[in-house]
């Protein structure tokens, strides 16, 4: 039966090759890894039981990470190891866990699956979120492999499919209801879905959103000085920083920052686009604005000299730093939200007390944009002039600026402790695996 899902995926890639073959050619992004996704992958050498440990991207890599820290410290006996999907996700993977094996996700043909599967011995396979892969699944399921959901989510769409492909293979399905299987799902709506595709209740916790335990309410002060000299903050400047901005969105901070910087002359631009590849065209983009680009690696190990702030834009071209950076921010805009492409993070900047903008377009993150419009922890703007009023209105409202900062901590706040839920029940499975009576 995995044959049909290697056909479709071959039969996908023949229709698309052309195109593959034209990003593999020209971006780096769709290079990296190629080999590890290929199964061309390291042997795990260590002795001790093993626990795979998977985040597609940044956002689920950040997530599993308050989780790996509990297992190493309680269950020093068994050896996690981390794998990504995305070239990003695997960079931060690399940053946060230097003592540890990173590695590609493999691609979700058969053959592959099997082939990681052996050289890297798992003896549970840890997933964040959703990344329930059909072959993937299914070849844990033949070596008799356990795999735990945390902070498990599936939305109508994913539900509607997964009942299709159950309906079609009968070994999916087994692996996916199988007995073996553990699933920690953030509401009691995702716990009701993963019901309904026929995974026994016994099998299902809601232990509520984990990301919410990753997320900082406080950067080290140093850090934040050390920052502050680097991008040339004075004490009396303002800053706006625009994080996990998107195409069509720089050009619209630009121009509120430039209309803004005409009555407020201490203000400052920070922007961090969501991709660094698209470092270059952003760059153009600035000079074309009549602006200076200032990368952060140009700061970084050198003593950049600068010339004229009022027209310097700090530019973030590296990985895994804006988490830090917005605690230089006494605004912040979250990109991917004034464009339709269903927004980023918003809770990062909203647990250091920072007043948030986003716009309107953040179905990926429905749930955080509840809980910060309900509390009156965050402005949404539905368009360039709209963003300008609500940064202008921060500005000249210092106070009620940090009053919606402060909201916007307490929500983070108050939906901790979804790591100590999962993390007892996941403990519980390793103490029974560890004594035999898994």
Aim: overall charge positive; proline content about 4%; some cysteine.
């Amino acid at each position: 039966m995995p044959l049909i899902f290697d056909s479709i995926y071959l039969t996908a890639s023949l229709l698309g090759s052309p195109y593959l073959l034209f990003k593999i050619l020209t971006s780096k992004r769709y290079r990296s890894g190629l080999n590890q996704r290929f199964g061309i992958t390291a042997e795990r050498r260590g002795s001790k039981p093993g626990i795979w440990v998977h985040g597609a991207s940044v956002g689920e890599i950040i997530t599993a990470k308050s989780i790996i820290e509990r297992i190493d410290k309680e269950f020093p006996e068994w050896e996690t190891f981390i794998s990504a999907t995305t070239n990003t996700g695997f960079s931060v993977a690399e940053k946060n866990f230097s003592d540890k094996a990173v590695f590609y996700f493999p691609a979700d043909l058969s053959w592959t699956t099997r082939k990681v599967l052996l050289k890297k011995r798992p003896s549970f396979i840890l997933l964040v979120e959703l990344e329930i892969w059909p072959n993937f699944l299914i070849s844990a399921y033949m070596k008799n492999i356990p795999v735990i959901i945390v902070n498990g989510r599936i939305s109508n769409r994913s539900l509607m499919a997964y009942r299709a492909i159950s309906y079609i293979s009968k070994v999916f399905r087994n692996s996916l209801t199988s007995k073996m299987n553990t699933y920690c799902a953030r509401t009691e709506i995702d716990a009701q879905r993963f019901r309904d595709l026929g995974i026994p209740d016994k099998q299902v916790f809601v232990t509520g959103t984990m990301k919410y335990d990753n997320i900082p309410t406080h950067i080290d002060e140093s850090i934040s000085k050390g920052l502050a000299e680097l991008f040339h903050i004075n004490d009396d400047d303002l800053v706006l920083i625009g994080g996990s901005t998107h195409a069509g969105e720089e050009e619209i901070l630009i121009r509120v920052f430039e209309k803004l910087n005409e009555k407020y002359s201490n203000l400052k631009l920070i922007m961090a686009p969501r991709h660094i590849e698209r470092t270059g065209d952003v760059s153009r983009l600035i000079e074309k604005m009549g602006f200076v680009p200032v990368l952060k690696t140009q700061l970084d190990g050198s003593n950049y000299n600068w010339q004229n702030t009022k027209k310097e834009i700090t530019l973030i071209d590296t990985v895994g730093d804006l988490g830090k950076i917005y605690s230089l921010a006494n605004y912040v805009f979250v990109g991917k939200s004034l464009v339709p492409s269903g927004g980023q993070n918003m809770m990062e900047p909203a647990g250091l007390g920072k007043p948030v903008v986003f716009g309107p377009h953040t179905f990926n993150f429905k749930e955080e944009t509840d809980l910060l419009l309900k509390n009156s922890a965050a402005k949404m703007v539905e368009s360039e002039n709209e963003l300008f009023k609500a940064i202008e209105y921060f500005i000249k409202n210092p106070d009620e600026a940090k009053e919606i900062g402060l909201k916007a901590q307490k929500v983070v706040n108050e939906k901790r402790g979804a790591t100590g839920k999962s993390m007892e029940i996941i403990g519980e499975i390793l103490a029974k695996k560890s004594s035999g009576r898994f």
